[in-house]
């Protein structure tokens, strides 16, 4: 699964995005077997971009569907910016 055998997973835990940490390289999204994790809308660049007058929309952060995730971790193996946590659920 992953280089990181550490990553815990299965019925018991969901992917939880770390907001600030993601960059939106997409790796996550093309990692998904269940398609649990889809682009947010593009965001602005930071002021100091927007001062220059020269800057591009930054691509959207992932957006994680609790309800499809099952749990298998293949988007936290696959993030370069480590932005993807897998963190325990109440099962019911």
């Known amino acids: 699964m992953s280089n ?3 990553i815990l997973i299965g019925a018991g835990y969901k992917a939880k995005l770390k907001f ?3 960059k939106g390289s997409g790796e996550c999204i093309n990692a998904c077997p269940e ?4 682009e947010g809308p593009e965001r602005m660049p930071s002021a100091i971009c927007l001062s220059s007058g ?3 929309m930054l ?9 499809k995730c099952n749990g298998c ?5 696959v993030c370069p910016n480590h932005a ?9």
Request: charged share 25%; with cysteine; net charge negative.
């Open 4 to 6: 990181n055998e550490n």
């Open 20 to 22: 600030y940490t993601c």
């Open 35 to 38: 398609k649990a994790i889809s």
């Open 54 to 56: 020269n800057y591009e």
């Open 59 to 67: 691509p959207g952060r992932a957006v994680i569907d609790e309800a």
């Open 73 to 77: 971790g293949e988007c936290v193996s």
């Open 84 to 92: 993807i946590e897998m963190v325990p659920v109440a099962l019911e």
